[in-house]
């Protein structure tokens, strides 16, 4: 049982202004596996208030001061990153291979490449007339979800630290243990009174006082479409810069040159893993009409592959997070066979032979552009193949979405791969696969407006000033 009900403020763990305590339940137990406090909007006071006291000092120091905390932090970290693993396992019920693998190593990869930045960054250019510096925003507050916590927390907090902002972490009631030992981390690491604080609670009461709040300069957020309009709104009184990173409903296209059964195989099994919470899962995937046969029997050969089981165990996929997204996922599954889809894997109800813990089984639907199943983000591992003519009709479906966050493209022919991407309205294109940390991550449309990751993830953090003369 993880008990973790203090708060890390001004680089002290301090109980709550108020006590009140919240389960936390374990998706593949359906047990309660620990507790947090619930923080009120004083707690946020307080946060703010040694943020932006820090500010003072932090936003001074030179690239080299920060780089050696990141550098203590880093070797901190990597003492601890199998219990973080293990942490992500418990609180959202990845796979333990999933949670002491890719999970933790993007969180340790985002920090390696703050490293890398700061040590290259130039905060100040002469450009003519004018000295253009780069300066640190101020206090930020950083708000999470919980379907790749390392990710989403590290992916903000290190460019912010690097940039050398201070900040308040709120992080996701469903997935609060690793954010709770990150926070651990970095005060073992050293990082200085005040300039990263923690407050646990809820959305609507922590993150609308961050939102809210007359001392904040920006909020950055990672979450939810309509969450994400309430924390822009909430934030316009106070004329607060709001970086979102939101949902998506990204197409994968295998070109009519590229080898068929793996091609769908690598799709399918991408779209099943984290259980489909992958806010750039390729959910629809745009494949020649000519080869449907051919797709169709590839896509079900490999759904009914995928293993779903206790996390602890040797499973591809583990539970959803909790019971709601559950329900949420058992609702889009009925609504994608109300309105026609064809099922050839998976569908409604646990896996067999798994009657506790939130379960779903890796379902592949056939369809059309215009069904709820291929327009909502449904974040559960549920994919939508979808026929297309030729490519100019692909890549017309491909964008015909109110999301544009991810794109993949499979085929042969690289070049002509990549000029697809080219026409295509999303953010982040994966042309045969490939990985990058130093790639730009972030949305079009209503995936959202900010860019993280490398070099762009620190010029969320920084204002811009001009010196002319
Ligand atoms: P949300 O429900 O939007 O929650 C995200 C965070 O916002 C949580 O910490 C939540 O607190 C908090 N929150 C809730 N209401 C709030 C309010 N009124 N003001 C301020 N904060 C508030 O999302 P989720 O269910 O955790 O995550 C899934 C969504 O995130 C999906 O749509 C997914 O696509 C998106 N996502 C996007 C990306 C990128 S990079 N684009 C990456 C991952 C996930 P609680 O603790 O109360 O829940």
Not at 58 to 76: H, K, M, N, P
Not at 177 to 196: K, M, Q, Y
Not at 311 to 336: L, T
Not at 431 to 438: A, I, W
Request: glycine share 12%; aromatic share 8%.
């Amino acid at each position: 049982m993880r008990d973790y009900l203090k708060f890390y403020i001004d680089g002290q763990w301090v109980d709550p202004v108020a006590p009140k305590t919240a389960d936390v339940i374990n998706p593949a137990t359906e047990e309660v596996s620990g507790h947090i406090s619930l923080g009120s909007a004083a707690d946020v006071d307080k946060a703010v208030a040694a943020a932006r006291r820090a500010f003072a000092t932090w936003g001074e120091t030179s690239a080299q001061e920060r780089l050696e905390v990141l550098e203590a932090i880093q070797a901190e970290y990597l003492r601890r990153e199998k219990e973080l693993g293990e942490a992500i396992t418990e609180e959202m019920g990845a796979p333990l291979a999933l949670g002491c693998g890719f999970h933790t190593l993007l969180g340790k990869g985002h920090l390696q490449t703050a490293i890398e930045v700061l040590r290259e960054f130039k905060f100040e250019e002469q450009r003519g007339a004018t000295l253009i510096r780069k300066e640190p925003i101020g206090v930020c507050g950083l708000i999470t979800p919980w379907n790749w916590p390392m990710n989403q927390t590290c992916v903000k907090i290190f460019p912010a630290l690097a940039a050398g902002c201070t900040m308040i972490l709120k992080p996701p009631q469903l997935a609060p243990f690793s954010a709770h030992i990150l926070a651990e981390i970095l005060d073992t690491a050293g990082v200085p009174a005040g300039v990263f604080n923690m407050v646990q609670g809820s959305g609507s009461v922590i993150g609308t006082a961050l939102s809210t709040h007359q001392d904040v300069d920006m909020i950055s957020f990672t979450g939810s479409e309509p969450v994400g309009v309430q924390i822009t709104k909430d934030a316009a009184e106070t004329i607060k810069r709001v970086g979102l990173e939101l949902g998506g409903k990204s197409a994968w296209i295998i070109l009519d040159d590229a080898e068929l059964a793996n091609n769908v195989a690598a799709a399918t099994a991408g779209m099943m893993g984290n259980s489909g919470q992958t806010c750039s899962a390729g959910s629809r995937l745009l494949v020649p009409n000519s080869r449907m046969d051919e797709v169709i029997k590839a896509a079900t050969e490999a759904a009914n592959g995928v293993t779903v089981g206790d996390p602890q165990g040797n499973f591809a996929m583990g539970p959803v997070v909790s019971k709601s997204q559950y329900n949420i996922i058992q609702e889009y599954i009925q609504k994608g066979q109300d309105e026609g889809a064809q099922l050839i894997a998976g569908g409604l109800g646990r896996p067999e032979g798994l009657d506790k813990g939130w379960y779903v089984k890796p379902t592949v639907f056939v369809g059309n552009n215009d069904m709820v199943i291929a327009r909502d983000e449904i974040f559960g591992p549920v994919l939508v193949i979808i026929g297309y003519d030729d490519v100019d009709d692909a890549v017309a479906i491909a964008n015909d979405s109110n999301f544009g966050l991810g794109g993949y493209v499979s085929g042969v022919d690289v070049e002509a791969a990549r000029n697809i991407s080219r026409r295509m309205r999303t953010g982040a294109i994966w042309v045969n696969g490939g990985f990058d940390f130093h790639a730009p991550f972030g949305g079009y449309k209503r995936s959202g407006n900010g860019r993280e990751w490398g070099e762009h993830g620190f010029h969320e953090y920084l204002e811009v000033k001009s010196i002319i003369g």
